[in-house]
């Protein structure tokens, strides 16, 4: 009897909050349109007045076939994840859009040209996904244009790069195995990574450590920072490596990938190995080929959905 009493005691507590809960959220839900410029000034209702976007940012390419294999193809495969959105692009690279401009008249806005443009569409809802491997200089330039706009929507919320948190790198690298052939003691895969001058250059070292710990002779190196390929070279000698596959740790297989690691100049990577007495393989496919990166940048962008765009576990 006495059990019974508590019983329904504890019912009655658990219909009562639910009520409350329910009205605090019907309070809230009923404040937001009244908080909105655009309803203000339009007087139309939330649902018309919410016209959703994602800006998708990456530094480009003026290599056509690699652009639509690898940029276009995330582009599209976000596209096709979220049909309430309509899917723009930006690339950050100047020379690229002006390349592109000059060399083939296709038209590219700059994330601030295509910001711009979404405002005066009447965007409300902004999502800004780049396409960067690493937080670095590209990528706080994207933060600071849309902090520049961030009163011009009524959310506009960044998506982070590829490799940001602990659990990312360990993403990134179960995404690489989809590309990475079977590999015996004496063979390797050497990435080649942008590199930078930036803080951001320790990604690549993080990296690095993550694939090690998985027991893969894969190794990274940077063709603009640290480690280069004579640090790599050391430790294929080290781990008695005699067989080495190079595949871009890029987007895009594009400039430096078609030249820097491939080319038959002497100072590519190729060549340098070559040299080195290594027999090198080719994998000349950007990352945005690989359907893993292309669904990580689609995590990405439903993180940002969901209110965690920094991919923050629950504690
Ligand atoms: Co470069």
């Known amino acids: 009897m006495i059990s019974g009493k508590i019983k329904k ?24 349109p009244a908080d909105s410029e655009t309803d203000k000034d339009n007087g139309t209702s939330q649902e018309q007045a919410n016209k959703k976007g994602i800006l998708v940012v990456s530094f480009g390419t003026s290599y ?33 859009i002006k390349k592109l401009k000059e060399r083939d008249n296709i038209e590219i806005d700059t994330p601030e040209e295509a910001l711009s443009k979404m405002k005066e569409d009447g965007f409300t809802e ?10 670095g200089i590209e990528y706080e330039e994207v933060l600071t244009v849309v902090n520049e706009f961030k009163d011009s929507f ?37 990435l080649m990574g942008h590199g930078t001058s930036h803080p951001a250059n320790a990604c690549y070292s993080c990296l690095q450590s993550v694939l090690s710990d998985e027991g893969l ?3 990274v190196g940077t063709v603009e920072g640290y480690p280069e390929i004579d640090d790599i070279i050391a430790k294929l000698k080290e781990n008695k490596i005699k067989e080495v596959t190079l595949m871009p740790y890029m987007l895009v297989a594009g400039d430096h990938a078609s030249n820097d690691m ?45 209110g965690n765009p920094l991919g923050v576990e629950e504690e």
């Open 64 to 96: 056509p076939d690699t652009r639509k294999a690898t940029i276009e193809a995330c582009e599209e495969k976000i596209a096709a994840s979220f049909p309430d959105y309509e899917v723009r692009r930006a690339f950050t690279s100047k020379m690229i």
């Open 126 to 135: 902004v999502i800004v996904q780049p396409l960067h491997i690493i937080p």
């Open 262 to 306: 491939a080319g038959d100049e002497d100072d590519s990577w190729k060549s340098i190995l070559e040299k080195e007495g290594f027999a090198v393989n080719i994998y000349l496919h950007g990352l945005g080929e690989n359907p893993g990166y292309q669904d990580l940048y689609v995590q990405r962008v439903q993180d940002c959905i969901d």
């Open 217 to 219: 002779n894969v190794f």
């Open 154 to 190: 009524k959310e506009i919320t960044v998506g982070r790069p590829v490799l940001y948190g602990i659990e990312d790198y360990k993403a990134a690298v179960e995404t690489l195995k989809l590309q990475l052939p079977e590999l015996d003691k004496d063979q390797a895969v050497v």
């Open 9 to 32: 005691y504890h019912v009655l507590m658990i219909v009562v909050f639910l009520i409350c809960s329910l009205l605090l959220a019907a309070c809230d839900n009923s404040q937001q």
